[in-house]
């Protein structure tokens, strides 16, 4: 398939609290990439940190919207939503930190780990948010 200088860009819809379906966008995303050609490590970094803000989405906002955009050059998903928004990134960003509620931690997410993954395995990673009105986070991979 290759990209051979085009863009593709990706829509997902991102449901709350829906375990069941939470990782098909990044999921979808893999299977594209490995489509197009895209070296494996490169993947599964993008896929990784995708995974993570998609889980978050489903965790602490009241659903949410992913969008991708391949490039020759790089990998980007911005992931936005309507949630509460994140009162102290800076908090948010250390190891183990989780407003995650006891009922979602019981099945096994909200470990604070998904900003602080997000980080590890994007070149980039932009977080904006606002308390009451929601957060955008922006994942990008370089391809070279």
Not at 25 to 41: D, F, P, Q, Y
Not at 47 to 52: D, F, K, P
Not at 98 to 103: D, I, W
Request: proline residues 3%; hydrophobic residues 40%; glycine residues 10%.
């Amino acid at each position: 398939m290759g990209l051979s200088g085009q863009k593709v860009t990706l829509r997902y819809t991102i449901a709350a609290e829906d375990f069941i379906s939470a990782g098909e966008a990044s999921s979808h995303v893999k299977k594209t990439l490995n489509k197009l050609g895209i070296r494996h490590e490169l993947i599964k970094r993008f896929t990784i940190a995708m995974y993570e803000a998609e889980i978050n989405t489903v965790i602490h906002a009241s659903g949410g919207e992913a969008y991708v955009e391949i490039t020759p050059e790089k990998l980007m998903v911005k992931i936005s939503d309507n949630g509460p928004g994140i009162p102290d990134i800076e908090k948010a960003m250390m190891e183990g930190w989780s407003t995650a509620p006891e009922h979602i931690r019981e099945m096994g997410f909200g470990a604070g780990m998904g900003l602080p993954n997000m980080k590890r395995y994007a070149d980039d990673l932009a977080v904006e948010s606002e308390v009451g009105v929601g957060t955008v986070v922006t994942i990008t991979v370089y391809l070279s």
